[in-house]
């Protein structure tokens, strides 16, 4: 399985990208873990990312595309992998495309796990108060809803276009979702 996940920051992603990597035996690459691990780690990319995302916006594009260059390039992603949260505009979705055909592979399947920005929202202010993700504040979580809005919602126009888009319903119970994940990507 060669696959892109795609959803509003609080859509349960992260959670079902690590289902779906263990139900598929395929690694769940996320862009937003890989920074998170850099800043935590001080490196030059985590100095790098880390004033984009304390304000919700995205790293930019030459940054974020080699770095998932290199991590597409290990080896435990050649029999397939799931990218979660990446791309996140159309430029990266371009340059996805350009890498894969580098490697001599093609997606799949880009699926978009839906869920209003009401709940969404809840979702991520709930999340703050455990996990306490620097960019789980409010002003912040809007910012990175508009972003999504703007730059990564045309990415499901562009997937499906494709023929490559299916939608699963992200609410309700997360062994339902995942249950409803693993039906659309077998489809
Ligand atoms: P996430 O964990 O996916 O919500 O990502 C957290 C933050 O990391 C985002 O708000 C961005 O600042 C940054 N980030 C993650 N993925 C990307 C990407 N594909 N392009 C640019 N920035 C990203």
Redesign the pocket.
């Known amino acids: 399985m060669r696959a892109v996940l795609l959803g509003p920051?609080g859509a349960g992603k992260g959670t079902q990208a690590a289902r779906l990597s263990e139900r598929f035996g395929v690694p769940a690459i996320?862009?937003?873990?890989i920074?998170r691990a850099n800043v935590k780690g001080g490196t030059p990319l985590g100095r790098r990312?880390q004033e984009?995302?304390n304000a919700?916006?995205?790293?930019p594009d030459e940054v974020?595309n080699a770095m998932v260059r290199a991590r597409l390039e290990e080896d435990d992603a050649a029999a397939g992998f799931l990218l979660d949260?990446?791309?996140?505009n159309p430029e990266?979705a371009v340059e996805l495309d350009s890498m894969l055909g580098d490697l001599g592979v093609a997606l799949d399947v880009a699926i978009e796990l839906t869920a209003d920005v009401d709940e969404v929202t809840a979702r991520l202010l709930k999340r703050a108060e455990i996990e306490g993700r620097a960019?789980d504040t409010e002003p912040v979580i809007r910012k990175?809803l508009e972003v999504y809005a703007t730059s990564t919602a045309p990415l499901t126009a562009f997937y499906a276009g494709r023929g490559l888009l299916v939608q699963v319903d992200g609410l309700g119970d997360i062994d339902e979702v995942t249950a409803r994940l693993v039906a659309a990507v077998a489809r």
Do not use: I, K, N
Not at 56 to 59: Q, Y
Not at 85 to 88: E, H, I, K, L, V
């Open positions: 920051p996320s862009t937003g873990d920074f990312a984009y995302m919700g916006a995205l790293v974020t949260g990446y791309p996140r990266q960019d990175r």
